[in-house]
Every structure is written in C-alpha cells, then in structure tokens.
C-alpha cells in the first residue's frame, strides 16, 4: 500500500461546477497537509496548508482533512478554466524542518469553458 | 513572500555534458533545500534534501556521485548532474523551506527541463 493514494483522473468538468479532490493516506504520524496545484512544466504552486484535522477556506478553495478516517479533501467552487491543472495533495508528520513530505500522484483536472 | 527561483528553466545539451542547476531562495533564508526529480504524468520524486553547511542526504537508488548536490549559503543550492546521459533528461524541481522550525510548508521553484542528446 503506497503513503498517499490518490486518484489520478483525468477529471473534466464544466465551468462553474464543484470540483472534489480527495487523498487517503496510511501513516497516522501525518500532522501537516497541503495542496498544490502545478501547471504543466511549471514547478506547484502551494493552495491550501492545513494542520491536523478541520475545515480551511480560501476564497473558492476549501480544504478538509479528517484524520480519523485518514481522507483529506479539496473542493473547488465555481470553477473555471485557469483551474484546469494538476492538483498534488502532500503530507508530512513535521517535527522538523528535515521531515519528508509525501506527495501524492496528482489528479488532472480540466474545466471544459 | 516565499520566493524560489530556479535557473536554467530548460537546458539541452550533449551526451557527457555536465550541467548545473541552481536554486535560490529570494526573499527568506533556507537552511533546507529539497531537490525533486518529476518524469511525464507522474508525481515529484524525492531526490535528495540539502542542508546548508553540510552533506546532503540523498534518497534510496539516488546516485550522490551522479547527481552532485552544493548548499554553500542560505539562500543557494546547486545541483549538478555529473556526465548526463539520455536517461537524465527529466524535470527537475527544488523547493525550499522557511524558518528552522518547521512548521511551514516547501515552497518551489519553476522547475529545470533537461533534455540531453
């Protein structure tokens, strides 16, 4: 079983849908969690960092991370093409600045004008 | 803030070649630089973490004499692939860490296409 599952896609949906994008995840020592969104041949841009479990908002991105159930979420309101991307969740137990982070494999996404 | 700038953005050249690949943090001081390897279509590959002052640690199945990692301050870190051959054509990506605690997430560079003839 890898650290971080995620399902890959590739997701279409229309201009102005809810878009949701999930990761599980197996260790139970992740306490910090992030969503990038990358571009193609660009490097992520960090969206959402989030610690431990709970809800954060950010204009038409809100992240939700449950631990108990190891499942961290990404939804998308009112989507639009610029959106279209491919979104990486990330995770990391971070005691220290040396930890690892675990990326997930992306999910690609398109919004269809 | 968090700024990370890498540099070439893309690279060709010949068989043999060596190339160096630098990362720079611009606006905050990195004590921890992080070096990604990314092929078409898949996720970010851990390389290796850099850490200024010192040898870098350098991730299962990651050649150290191949790929020849320099954290000479807090602000650069330079990767220099040794000898590239074809099969070294990939993305590379660095990101860095601010602060020394911890408690902040890596920011990244653009990235470096390196394709070798």
């Known amino acids: 079983q890898k650290e971080v599952e995620q399902d890959p896609g590739p997701l279409s949906v229309p201009e102005g849908a809810i878009v949701s994008l999930n990761c599980t995840y197996s260790n139970s020592a992740f306490q910090y969690f992030m969503w990038y969104r990358q571009y193609s041949r660009k490097g992520p841009e960090l969206l959402m960092y989030?610690?431990?479990?709970g809800n954060k908002e950010d204009g038409r991105f809100t992240a939700q991370v449950d631990k108990s159930s190891k499942y961290i979420s990404l939804f998308i309101r009112d989507s639009q093409p610029s959106d279209s991307a491919t979104y990486l969740c990330?995770?990391?137990?971070?005691?220290?600045?040396?930890?690892?982070?675990?990326f997930g494999p992306g999910t690609s996404l398109s919004v269809i004008p | 803030g968090a700024v990370v700038s890498q540099h070439p953005s893309w690279v060709i050249c010949k068989s043999g070649t060596s190339v160096k690949i630098e990362c720079r943090s611009l606006?905050?001081?990195?004590?921890?630089m992080f070096w990604y390897r990314q092929f078409p279509k898949q996720s970010l590959m851990l390389m290796a973490t850099s850490n200024e002052g010192s040898k870098a640690t350098y991730e299962q199945g990651v050649e150290k004499d191949k790929f020849l990692i320099n954290h000479a301050s807090l602000t650069l870190s330079t990767l220099t692939v040794t000898s590239a051959h074809p099969e070294d054509s990939s993305f590379y990506i660095c990101?860095?860490?601010?602060?020394?605690?911890?408690?902040?997430?890596?920011?990244f560079g653009d990235g470096t296409r390196l394709s070798i003839l």
């Open positions: 606006d905050f001081q990195a004590t921890t």
């Open positions: 990101s860095a860490n601010p602060g020394i605690i911890g408690n902040q997430p890596q920011h």
């Open positions: 989030t610690y431990s479990s």
């Open positions: 990330a995770m990391s137990a971070r005691k220290t600045s040396y930890d690892k982070v675990i």
